[in-house]
Nanobody, 121 residues
Framework: VQLQASGGGLAQTGGSLRLSCEAP????????VGWFRQAPGKEREFVTS????????YYADSVEGRFNISRDNAKNTVYLQMNSLNAEDTAVYFC???????????????WGQGTLVTVSS
């Protein structure tokens, strides 16, 4: 499954962006989907994940209350709404698909190419 993350760009501190994760030509509904991010010089870290039917969501403490993950299986898309952005959110954001919505990267079988989010003051 080839994943495609989009929606990154430049935002100001306090601003918002919405990322999308799609699987062109394939269906995402059989998969849990996670978002991870990697800042320059840092390891890839968990951001949020959602179960196959959207009934369960999980967030890193650093984004809890600011970010929201959702999915529309009819549109074959998972969204990451990011609000109240700050400089520490600057990173390349990756979406990944797997069987369970885990916080660990090794539970995910398929990865997208990443989309860059830059937050400036």
């Amino acid at each position: 499954v080839q994943l495609q993350a989009s929606g990154g760009g430049l935002a100001q501190t306090g601003g918002s962006l919405r990322l999308s994760c799609e699987a062109p030509g394939r269906t995402l509904s059989p998969y849990a989907v996670g978002w991870f991010r990697q800042a320059p010089g840092k390891e890839r870290e968990f951001v949020t994940s959602i179960s196959r039917n959207g009934g369960f969501t999980y967030y890193a403490d650093s984004v809890e209350g600011r970010f929201n993950i959702s999915r529309d299986n009819a549109k074959n898309t998972v969204y990451l709404q990011m609000n109240s952005l700050n400089a520490e959110d600057t990173a390349v954001y990756f979406c990944a698909a797997g069987r369970v919505p885990n916080r660990q990267t090794y539970f995910y079988d398929y990865w997208g190419q990443g989309t860059l989010v830059t937050v400036s003051s």
